[in-house]
């Protein structure tokens, strides 16, 4: 199933319109104030110099020798199964469904790994580091060991930004891995459609046609520079995220969830009925996330505002 958090659409269908605290996404709650934008932005297109600067800073900033622009990782997922032929992949589950989903829809041989052990010999294989929705993390060394054993690895690293020493990307070498980061959900502005794929020269060049021109916008370009480069910003909202993630579990805890895994973005538990759980703290307008493969497991992002959290720790059971 191609489901996703973030469909408050139903949510509301079924438990009524207001004001929502959307938990179902793993965004930041506490966005990345936007900077000002000059008329020019909105009116002109891009030119290929801001794209070359926006291209720069995330390189930069992700320690890798180039970066693509591309609007959100999931615009990468589209793509990435038309770099190659269609063959084999192994995508390691459960995680993130869009990229077997992806796969698929280009004729590609789609297989579940349970571990990256299992993915050997494939094609392709697809590792979501730290793992969506389990929280798994996988150390770069054996990522890049992996590399040398698949036809290419692609390792999505959307939740990456607040733990940096566990991205592959100062690994990155030759053609045969793909390492995506996603912009919007650490950085809380998910609805500007951002984010990079960091590749060999010759992929990178690849998928520069397929994405083809304009593929992100004016506005992403600016608030993109502005936040890669606001190493302040970053390492203290880093810093809160995980004094949070430690908040949450404490909260949760006391409603007799365990804990399944998670990152500094989201957390996963062990509920005794999940639809139950999600339907409880739906009548107090906080959504939540579940998952088709699991009857007991619930995904929480991190509420922002301390109203938000407020509200978590009265709808819970106590």
């Known amino acids: 199933m191609r489901d996703h958090g973030g469909d408050l659409d139903r949510a509301r269908a079924r438990f ?6 959307d938990l179902s996404t793993g965004i930041n709650r506490t966005p990345y104030p936007l900077p000002e934008f000059a008329p020019s932005v909105w009116s002109s297109l891009p030119m290929q110099a801001d794209v070359d600067a926006l291209e720069s800073v995330a390189a930069t900033t992700y320690g890798a020798p180039r ?9 990468a997922i589209q793509v990435i199964p038309r770099l190659d032929t269609p063959a084999t992949a192994a ?3 459960p995680s993130y469904n869009e990229h077997a989903a992806a ?10 790994a349970p571990d990256p ?24 060394a054996s990522l890049a060991s992996l590399a040398g054993k698949v036809g290419r690895l692609v390792v999505d690293e959307s939740f990456m930004d607040a733990t940096p020493d566990l991205s592959l990307a100062p690994r990155l070498a030759g053609e045969r891995m793909v390492i995506l980061r996603s912009f919007g959900k650490f950085y809380g502005l ?3 459609r951002l984010g990079f794929v960091l590749a060999g020269p010759e992929t990178h060049a690849k998928l520069r046609t397929l994405v083809g021109p304009w593929a992100i916008s004016g506005p992403a370009m600016v608030a993109g520079q502005a936040a890669l480069t606001d190493a302040p910003w970053r390492d203290a909202m880093a810093e809160r995220l995980a004094r949070d993630a430690t908040r949450l579990d404490a909260i949760v805890r006391r409603a007799g969830w365990q804990l399944v895994g998670g990152c500094a973005l989201f957390r996963t538990y062990e509920t005794p ?10 009548r107090a307008k ?3 996330r579940r998952f088709p493969y699991s009857q007991t497991w619930l995904r929480l992002g991190l509420p922002g505002a301390e109203v938000e959290w407020r509200a978590l720790e009265e709808a819970l059971p106590g």
């Open 67 to 75: 970066a693509l622009a591309v609007a959100g990782a999931q615009a």
């Open 273 to 282: 009925a999940a639809e139950a759980a999600q339907d409880r703290l739906a």
């Open 190 to 192: 998910a609805g500007l």
């Open 117 to 140: 052990d299992a993915m050997q010999g494939a094609d392709l294989a697809v590792v979501v580091n730290p793992n969506n929705p389990d929280g798994r993390v996988w150390d770069p």
């Open 16 to 21: 009524g319109g207001g004001a929502w605290t």
């Open 103 to 112: 796969l698929a829809a280009q004729g590609w041989r789609v297989r579940q």
């Open 286 to 288: 906080i959504w939540t």
């Open 91 to 93: 995508v390691l589950s």
